[in-house]
């Protein structure tokens, strides 16, 4: 069973709290930059950057960065096949800057601890923050989230979906159960 958590609306919201929090927490956005984590991190990213430039009347970078490469578990998916890289694109110079790095979900925190990893062997930021639209618990390392859209406990029998426009055609989050694989 599905459990719709988020619509179209409340994502639209959520950022936009997000994006003022941001301009408050950093004073403006001189000096910022978005980094969105592929894939879904990188519309969120662009709508943040959006909402800022329509809030704030200054536009502010933003960057993919692609996490294949950085993942620990990269030597299990790859036994299999070779890892799909999609590339990191960031057209400046990260050093000495504000990098509010950009999910969607943040589960375990290990695909923020590769994207951290990443970004260190781009340059040497001033500070990087981490804007996430869906916390759903469950950390096995250090990492919390400086903005937050909404937090929602889950089991680890559960499963948090987002889907956006730009890559499902609709935005919603839901909650669902996982599906037990059956061996035979």
Not at 100 to 106: M, N
Request: glycine share 6%; proline share 3%.
């Amino acid at each position: 069973m599905n459990k719709a958590i988020l619509d179209e609306q409340a994502i639209r919201r959520a950022l936009t709290r997000i994006a003022h929090e941001i301009i408050e927490r950093n004073k403006g956005v001189n000096n910022s930059i978005l980094v969105g984590i592929k894939t879904r991190g990188i519309y969120l990213a662009q709508r943040l950057a959006e909402r800022i430039e329509q809030i704030e009347g200054q536009k502010i970078n933003v960057g993919e960065v692609d996490i294949t490469l950085y993942r620990d578990d990269l030597q299990k998916k790859t036994e299999d096949h070779e890892p799909e890289l999609k590339g990191t694109d960031i057209s400046v110079d990260i050093t000495d800057k504000k990098v509010i790095l950009v999910d969607d979900v943040l589960f375990t925190g290990r695909t923020v601890r590769a994207a951290l990893d990443a970004l260190i062997d781009l340059g040497r930021p001033a500070q990087i923050q981490l804007a996430v639209l869906i916390d759903r618990g469950h950390r096995e390392l250090p990492i919390r989230p400086d903005f937050v859209g909404k937090n929602v406990p889950t089991s680890k029998s559960e499963v948090v979906v987002a889907k956006l426009a730009e890559v499902d055609g609709l935005d919603e989050v839901i909650i669902k159960q996982k599906t037990a694989i059956k061996t035979v």
